[in-house]
């Protein structure tokens, strides 16, 4: 059975501050996907980055930067220096077979 | 990428009403589509995913049933509805060439 766990409901930052959000993902099959989404308050989720089960690669975008490590199955995402623009839910997904499996979300308020 | 839309963004229905949410895909032909709901401060519950015209899988039972009568058109109906069936409808496409998924908008329906 495919399963994503986000065991951090809610976190709360001073801005500038860096933040992990943590993600946890159990699945039998070598082929799959891992995805971050965010969802400001406007509720569309926003697509972040996909990464594939052969790609160990960390990767780094702006402030952003992801770590995926397979013998840990996580997929954390670290944001640094946080900004207030960053306040939203983020979402943790697996895909494979034609279906999404996501994480029960972690709500991040990044105060100023 | 693709774009998808959905209407209406806000919907107010008193309980026993029949219900009807559209989403339509722009920018990729044959996407798979997917149906699903998010009560008020929760995680993202797949309802419905759709692989091809007239192909539906159901993943949870439930008052609500979906259709897709075009290869970019998917529609979440029900009969009657019920209090429990309030939160957010999202509707997602996923571009095969990438695995990648992509949310519409969002619809509130609150059922009174």
Not at chain 2, 54 to 75: H, K, M, T, W
Request: glycine share 6%; with cysteine; aromatic share 14%.
């Amino acid at each position: 059975a495919q399963k994503v766990t986000q065991a951090q409901t809610e976190i709360s930052v001073v801005e500038k501050e860096d933040v992990t959000l943590d993600c946890v993902y159990e699945t039998r099959d070598t082929t799959y996907y891992l995805f971050w989404y965010k969802q400001p308050p406007s509720g569309e989720l926003v697509f972040l980055i996909r990464r594939n089960s052969f790609d160990e690669q960390n990767e780094i975008s702006g402030r952003y930067s992801w770590n995926f490590q397979k013998s840990t199955s996580s997929f954390n995402f670290t944001i640094t220096a946080s900004q207030v623009v960053d306040s939203a839910v983020y979402f943790c997904a697996l895909y494979n077979f034609n279906k999404f499996y996501f994480g029960s979300g972690t709500k991040l308020n990044v105060k100023p | 990428s693709q774009t998808i839309h959905q209407w209406p963004a806000t919907l107010v229905q008193p309980v026993g009403s029949p219900l009807s949410l559209e989403c339509t895909v722009e920018g990729t032909s044959n996407p798979n589509l997917y149906w699903y709901r998010q009560a008020a401060g929760r995680g993202l519950q797949l309802l419905f995913y759709s692989v091809g015209i007239g192909q539906i899988s159901s993943e949870v039972p439930q008052n609500l049933s979906a259709s897709r009568p075009q290869d970019r058109q998917f529609i979440l109906s029900s009969k009657k509805l019920l209090l429990s069936d309030s939160g957010f409808y999202l509707c997602a496409g996923r571009q095969g060439s990438t695995d990648t998924q992509y949310f519409g908008p969002g619809t509130r329906l609150t059922v009174l």
